[in-house]
């Protein structure tokens, strides 16, 4: 897949989340036409989920949200969508959400890593593709 200036700014803002979110490191990440997969890793007692739960640690309360999933996605996605405004005629980038998922074995890193590198191929089996 070759990126766009928009696919390719959504990747160099991807790769810059751990100069603004420290707590943070990235694993495997892919820019598709429509979307985006990435896997990120927080140090331990960093809360997630996209509502400050977090399954592994009940009773923790987050004093801010600087060290949230909700606020390293949301950095993302408005550093994209800044540089969409700005460049282009597009203002409506991400849909309002996403999608998150507690990673708890190796296995599983291992089979949702696949899964990204591989993202790329299954592009044209997408109901959304549409042939050059």
């Known amino acids: 897949m070759r990126l766009n ?5 959504a990747h160099d ?5 751990p100069e603004h979110f420290p707590h943070v490191s ?3 990440f892919v820019v598709m036409p429509n979307h985006v997969h990435g896997i990120l890793f927080m140090k331990e007692g960093v809360t997630v ?3 400050n739960f977090s399954p592994l640690q009940p009773d923790h309360q987050p004093h801010g949200t600087s060290k949230t999933i909700g606020s390293v996605i949301r950095g993302f996605k408005i550093g994209v969508t800044k540089w969409m405004r700005e460049n282009t005629p597009i203002h409506n980038v991400w849909q309002r959400n996403y999608w998150e998922h507690i990673i708890r074995s190796e296995p599983e890193l291992s089979g949702l ?12 089996l997408d109901r959304l593709y549409r042939a050059p």
């Open 5 to 9: 200036d928009a696919g390719q700014k």
């Open 113 to 124: 890593r696949e899964y990204i590198r591989n993202n790329q191929v299954r592009w044209t």
């Open 49 to 51: 989920g996209a509502k």
């Open 13 to 17: 803002c991807w790769h810059e989340i």
């Open 26 to 28: 990235l694993d495997e």
